[in-house]
């Protein structure tokens, strides 16, 4: 079959070569798609939130599934907008429909949601502008450090941890009155902190049935150590050492299981990722938020170990068969370092030549923020490549991952040396 991919970072590339290899993949289409899509599928110039060329994209190269990679058309509704259109209807679309994307959409929806459905989470109350004076009083309440979230999308940078009441006052203010992050804060999140070590949960499900993928850990700071301010993700690594068996039977029942029958009893259409940021706090589990598809750069390291067709995979999300799949995952670790540009996650130039992906053996080069200018692979965004490799553990994946990286260069390139260091 014909298949669409929606984006053009890593997460997609990830998803466009394990798709290319399958026998039942036909044509492949990536809009927007990179530089590394553009190896194995055709790039269209289509933004992601363009419905009515990607409709047109889809008529005219007979499409039978999409697959929305970023968290934008789903909670803008991409996938009601296939359901309400005949000539649309019938093609798969993997990725909930608008009132189950609110979940990311919305983090004091996904509090809500949680709240209703006895799912551990940290404590929290949320304020609009009008408001933001009992926000002040209520953080009087709190102890530090201060978890202060934009309700809206961020591009993942809009939760703020502060130590200081003063500085945490001063941020609300900022958020909610000055909008800081424009209308994503338009209503801010305050929660306790919760003290522990972080993973990402991530579980495909047709609406009825559900498959839990490798899980994994991310690194979100752009210094080592984790300090510095919050990108998209600095690398990850799967599976999680930390994740033994009773922790991970513990995510199910508490967590799993009661999401997904949530889905349900709060008719959430949910056909597609769930991305489930968790925490561990001594031994249980806590959600931190809810996102509505694959976490990048968790895709490099899940997407690689899971074995089977993914092609199958997604047909069965559409024809509700997924009870029918077992998933084959590959016991190895993978290890996944971002090269990002000179300045990020603030302002950074773009339009750098990027050169010596040849000399990498052993390792998958992922494309996340570049382009092809007159046959040269040249920089485009902030995130700019993933190398993931395979290892007996963490350490040796990690390993191969940073021998690549030193043959890659282009100019400012930058990655932390330091991934691991927590586990």
């Known amino acids: 079959m014909n298949i669409l991919i929606i984006g053009g970072g890593g997460r997609e590339h990830t998803i466009a070569w394990k798709l290319a290899q399958s ?64 000539q649309l209807k019938d093609v798969i679309v993997v990725g909930p429909q608008k009132d189950a994307a609110k979940l990311e959409g919305s983090k004091e929806f996904a509090k809500e949601f949680m709240k209703a459905h006895n799912i551990p989470t940290a404590q929290y109350d949320s304020f ?31 939760v703020l941890i502060l130590q200081d009441l003063v500085d945490a006052k001063d941020e609300l203010r900022q958020m909610l009155v000055g909008q800081k992050f424009g209308e994503a804060s338009q209503k801010v999140v305050i ?13 495909l499900t047709d609406g009825k049935n559900y498959l839990t993928l490798p899980m994994a850990k991310d690194y979100k700071r ?31 029942e508490r967590i799993i299981k009661p999401t997904l029958v949530g889905f349900q009893k709060s008719n959430l259409p949910f056909q597609g990722f769930v991305f489930i940021g968790l925490i561990k706090v001594g031994e249980d589990p806590f959600v931190i938020e809810y996102n509505v598809r694959m976490g990048d750069p968790e895709t490099e390291v899940v997407f690689p170990r899971v074995q089977n067709d993914w092609v ?59 382009q092809v200018d007159k046959d040269l692979v040249k920089t485009s965004g902030g995130r700019v490549l993933a190398v993931t490799s395979f290892g007996k553990d963490h350490k040796e994946a990690l390993s191969k991952s940073y ?18 260091f927590d586990l």
Do not use: W
Not at 128 to 152: H, I, Q, S, W
Not at 191 to 203: A, M, Q, T, Y
Not at 331 to 338: C, E, K, Q
């Open 312 to 370: 199958d995979l997604f047909k069965a999300v559409g024809t509700q068969s997924l009870d029918q799949h077992q998933l084959k995952v590959d016991p190895r670790t993978a290890a996944t370092i971002m090269a990002v540009s000179g300045g990020y996650p603030e302002a950074y130039e773009k339009g750098k030549t990027i050169t010596g992906f040849e000399s990498v053996v052993n390792s998958e080069v992922f494309h996340a923020g570049t």
């Open 403 to 420: 021998e690549a990286l030193q043959k890659i260069d282009f100019e400012g390139m930058y990655y932390r040396k330091d991934l691991g």
């Open 222 to 252: 752009i210094g080592e150590g984790d300090t510095g301010l919050n990108t998209g993700g600095m690398g990850a690594i799967s599976p999680v050492p930390f994740a033994s068996d009773a922790f991970m039977k513990k995510i199910e």
């Open 23 to 86: 026998p039942n993949c036909g044509k492949l289409f990536v809009a927007p798609g990179n530089a590394g899509t553009h190896e194995i599928a055709t790039n269209l110039a289509i933004g992601i939130n363009d419905f009515t060329e990607i409709k047109k994209a889809i008529l005219s190269n007979d499409i039978q599934m999409v697959i929305v990679g970023p968290e934008d058309p789903l909670v803008n509704g991409i996938h009601n907008f296939f359901l309400k259109d005949k």
């Open 128 to 158: 609009t502008a009008e408001t933001v004076e009992e926000g002040c009083r209520f953080l009087d309440t709190m102890n530090p450090p201060y978890v202060l979230k934009a309700d809206g999308l961020a591009a993942g940078k809009g």
């Open 191 to 203: 929660e306790e902190f919760l003290d522990g070590i972080e993973l990402s949960c991530f579980v």
